[in-house]
T-cell receptor, first 114, second 114 residues
Framework: GESVGLHLPTLSVQEGDNSIINCAYS??????FIWYKQESGKGPQFIID?????DKRQGQRVTVLLNKTVKHLSLQIAATQPGDSAVYFC?????????????FGKGTLLTVNP | GAVVSQHPSWVICKSGTSVKIECRSL??????MFWYRQFPKQSLMLMAT?????????EQGVEKDKFLINHASLTLSTLTVTSAHPEDSSFYIC??????????FGNGTRLTVT
């Protein structure tokens, strides 16, 4: 989603539903993408990553989809749980081969209602 | 993934004083660490890259004389906010880069300058 000023995009879902969080990236040269989860007052926690030679990658309850044509990344969370409530950031690597230098997206606040 | 420890988790200081934040890589020797800053409801912004045994590389707009970075060992990087002012109040987060692995983050330091 797009952010406006200082307000985070928000997504509210019911427990047990699937969640889809979207991210648009800007640099067509980016070749590595990561999704992070950040709970209040904590540092970002790695969820899943994907390289540009793939268009889909699955983890436990999570799937990342990459569409390089439109520079779009999405995170799908299956059977969303209250513990999934957090801010989710996508990050792209513009460092040209290094996993190190990441640029973060604006974030999406996911709220899971019990 | 890397285990990263940050200290302190929060600090309150008076305007004009300096504050030192430590970032430790607990499970491997890190030649590179990264310092990010995050204002409320905003994304993470890379401040600088800390290089063991050499000078840090600062991002555009970040004052190197105000944010002193020292990476004297392979397990420790420090960020010193000198002559802190209320506008420096923020959440400072370090991360550790490991070849072919995603960045892992510390739990951040909440700095409040009064």
């Amino acid at each position: 989603g797009e952010s406006v000023g200082l307000h985070l995009p928000t997504l509210s879902v019911q427990e047990g539903d699937n969640s889809i969080i979207n991210c648009a990236y800007s640099n067509s040269a980016s070749d590595y993408f990561i999704w992070y989860k950040q709970e209040s007052g904590k540092g970002p926690q790695f969820i899943i990553d994907i390289r540009s030679n793939m268009d889909k990658r699955q983890g436990q309850r999570v799937t990342v989809l990459l569409n390089k044509t439109v520079k779009h990344l999405s995170l799908q969370i299956a059977a969303t749980q209250p513990g999934d409530s957090a801010v989710y950031f996508c990050a792209e690597n513009r460092g040209g081969g290094s996993n190190y230098k990441l640029t973060f997206g604006k974030g999406t606040l996911l709220t899971v209602n019990p | 993934g890397a285990v990263v420890s940050q200290h302190p988790s929060w600090v309150i200081c008076k305007s004009g004083t300096s504050v030192k934040i430590e970032c430790r890589s607990l499970d491997f020797q890190a030649t590179t660490m990264f310092w990010y800053r995050q204002f409320p409801k905003q994304s993470l912004m890379l401040m600088a890259t800390s290089n063991e045994g050499s000078k840090a590389t600062y991002e555009q707009g970040v004052e190197k004389d105000k944010f002193l970075i020292n990476h004297a060992s392979l397990t420790l990087s420090t960020l010193t906010v000198t002559s802190a002012h209320p506008e420096d109040s923020s959440f400072y987060i370090c991360s550790v880069g490991r070849l072919n692995s995603p960045l892992h983050f510390g739990n951040g330091t909440r700095l409040t300058v009064t």
